[in-house]
């Protein structure tokens, strides 16, 4: 029996009636017999209580559908228990609506049940809609994943509470109805996806695809009972499984685990016609970790396997904890079969996820213990850690409420290890969604600093800013000093996470001028061509007496402006037109190429002297706004001159400018190169090898 109606069959029951047996509401009979199959030594007084005080203060109220209104909770509390729920859980089910629906207060509730109950009933009540209007709404989902935060029964709950009311949701007017779904598919079916509630992720779906896609909902229905009509060769397959496995001692059980509606249309999108096995897919069960492993070998040995269906969240479990080997073979027919294989621990977590892990304030105990090894609190994983920081920040309910949307609308996370340059001791492990950039890293990694962030290493390589990141990718993030840089425009086309993308709107709404005249200078074209050679000329009779052609006295020297030599390079001359000689560091391409065609070279030397020199100098930067006028301000700090510059138009955030400086004493250069590589997104500079544009 699928989760799903073993879900609904208990719910049904558990509405039968409220007499009192044993000591015991008949009402919550069903309740406690779910409870105790995973809890066998539950105390069920604090359940027996909370149900009278809820039947109570409940008494009178009515469903739209016309039930009693106790059959709500008692419908969540059911839902909850078949899923592993702890006591605390339960009892704080059953009340859930009360301090929202009637006249019980909070205060109530925490003197009679405790603090916890009383955090997680408070945690799922809705926000006043006379107080907060229509952002009631946003806001209340703000606080319950804030509460959530502290414990995630609150959306535990809150999951449980919104299946029941989509079961019974055609009561509504259609229109209010398409609105719930909505809010349901946009928000609360990704919670459940990323908490790993499985049980209800899959009904929550198939509710919410009857009422927005009732045309292909029903072609699907039409589909499934066609299948169901026929013989299924999945029996066939399983059986055959089974003997393999029994041949090979291996202690297991396998089920036929039928596709849920949602999952055979989008199977029959994606493939076009269904195939007999493709309704439905085999579930493996086995007791170790090892034994998994073991399964896997036999069915690859045994059958034709499909290697391209081959995945092992074992190894490499999900972003929410599930964990399963999948794979595929296929049958003598050629039908292609897919299988899960997972151990019966890890089915528990793969249906009901964070539940079955049991309290996450509690390290041991009877009533929920904790698997050697396993984290006490599984319920803050990186989404969440994020999700929580970046909803401080949100501005406005508008603001937060499409933020969450988005955010919940990535369905995977990558983990990015992140290193200080040159050190791993400020390293951390960063949990992203997938297709996060280095942007997206600088703000999960330094929070408002992110703005700061001026380039970044991937794996060793310097690469844009926005690059987007793979799992598993070594990264590390180049920072400037404080107040040194800011974000530009550009980087909002490149962010996927809420955080960074709130933080550099904020940072743009209080420098408006970095959106136009900051930028203007990393987009300057070339210094127009006849201002650059007057200056030239103004200095070249002084830069190029420098250098003296040894043993041709009388000489005219010029230093070659394809390399720019200066003092202490090493040099040669080869003689040019008329008596001028020409000077190249030695390891300048032109004296290569002059030597290979047989010119002599002529010995050349530095004459020692205070007249200054010219250098040509490229600097390789990340585009952000200021850069140019940090980088001739940081020239002429050092005593350099400007002679010519030029800056190319920027490619993927990464722009070069090309600077021709005449220095008062040559000595001075590594001094200066190393002030230009300091500016904040330069990440090298080097001479210059090539003639000047």
Request: hydrophobic fraction near 40%; aromatic fraction near 4%.
């Amino acid at each position: 029996m699928s989760a799903v109606t073993s879900l609904r069959k208990l719910s049904r029951a558990a509405l039968r009636g409220t007499a009192a047996r044993g000591g015991l509401p008949h009402a919550i009979e069903h309740v406690a017999q779910a409870h105790r199959a995973h809890h066998p030594g539950a105390d069920l007084g604090a359940l027996r209580r909370a149900y009278l005080l809820a039947e109570s203060s409940h008494r009178g109220q009515m469903r739209k559908s016309g039930e009693p209104y106790i059959t709500h909770p008692l419908a969540v509390t059911l839902i909850l228990a078949q899923l592993g729920a702890g006591t605390t859980t339960l009892t704080a089910a059953l009340l859930h609506d009360t301090v929202e629906d009637t006249d019980l207060t909070l205060e109530q509730v925490r003197d009679g049940f405790g603090e916890e109950v009383a955090y997680l009933v408070d945690g799922v009540t809705k926000l006043e809609k006379v107080e907060y209007g229509a952002a009631a709404e946003s806001e209340t989902f703000r606080k319950m994943l804030v509460a959530t935060g502290n414990d995630v029964r609150v959306m535990s709950i809150k999951l449980a509470d919104r299946l029941h009311n989509m079961r019974t949701l055609t009561v509504m007017r259609p229109e209010k109805q398409a609105r719930i779904a909505k809010v349901t598919k946009d928000v609360l079916i990704p919670l459940a996806e990323r908490l790993g509630v499985q049980a209800l992720k899959t009904e929550l779906e198939d509710l919410v695809f009857a009422i927005l896609h009732p045309e292909e909902h029903a072609r699907t229905q039409a589909l499934i009972s066609a299948h169901a009509a026929e013989p299924d060769p999945l029996e066939t397959a399983a059986d055959a499984v089974r003997s393999v496995l029994r041949e090979a001692r291996i202690t297991s059980t396998v089920h036929i685990r039928p596709r849920h509606s949602l999952s055979v249309h989008r199977a029959s999108v994606r493939r076009g016609v269904l195939g007999p096995c493709d309704f439905g897919r085999l579930l493996i069960l086995v007791t170790e970790d090892a034994d998994c492993y073991a399964v896997l070998g036999e069915l690859h040995t045994c059958f034709t396997p499909v290697i391209s269906e081959f995945k092992d969240f074992i190894a490499v479990p999900k972003f929410n904890l599930y964990q399963s080997l999948h794979t595929a073979f296929a049958d003598a027919e050629g039908r292609v079969v897919e299988v899960l294989v997972r151990t019966r621990r890890m089915h528990s977590v793969a249906e009901a996820g964070v539940i079955a892990l049991g309290d996450p304030h509690r390290t041991t105990g009877p009533d929920e213990p904790v698997a050697e090894g396993e984290r006490a609190d599984p319920t803050r994983p990186g989404w969440l850690s994020r999700l929580l920081e970046w909803q401080s920040h949100a501005p406005d309910p508008d603001t937060f409420w499409a933020e969450l949307r988005d955010d919940l609308a990535q369905d995977r996370e990558i983990t990015v290890y992140c290193a200080a340059p040159g050190s791993t001791a400020d390293s951390a492990t960063l949990h992203l969604p997938a297709g996060a950039s280095c942007v997206d890293a600088a703000y999960a990694r330094h929070g408002a600093d992110g703005h700061r962030c001026v380039g970044a290493r991937v794996d060793g390589r310097l690469v844009a800013l926005g690059t987007t990141l793979r799992d598993g990718d070594a990264l590390e993030l180049l920072m400037a000093a404080d107040g040194a840089s800011g974000p530009s425009p550009e980087w909002l086309d490149h962010v996927r996470t809420p955080a960074a993308r709130i933080a550099i709107r904020r940072w743009l709404d209080t420098h408006p001028e970095s959106g136009t005249a900051d930028r203007q200078p990393d987009s300057l074209p070339p210094v127009p061509g006849d201002a650059a050679p007057r200056q030239d000329r103004a200095v070249a009779g002084a830069a190029e007496s420098a250098a003296v052609a040894v043993g041709l006295p009388g000489r005219q020297v010029r230093l070659a402006r394809c390399c720019t030599p200066v003092p202490p390079d090493a040099v040669a001359g080869f003689a040019v037109r008329g008596s001028t000689v020409t000077v190249h560091r030695e390891t300048c391409d032109a004296v290569a190429r002059m030597t290979a065609a047989g010119r002599d070279a002529l010995p050349v030397r530095w004459q020692p002297g205070d007249s200054g020199c010219r250098v040509t100098l490229l600097a390789e930067a990340f585009g952000r706004p200021r850069l140019l006028a940090d980088l001739t301000e940081t020239i002429a700090v050092q005593g350099a001159a400007v002679i010519a510059a030029d800056v190319e138009p920027p490619r993927q955030q990464r722009v070069r400018h090309t600077y021709t400086l005449h220095l008062p004493d040559a000595t001075g250069l590594p001094a200066l190169m190393r002030a230009m590589r300091n500016v904040p997104g330069v990440y090298d500079v080097i001479r210059a090898t090539r003639p000047v544009v």
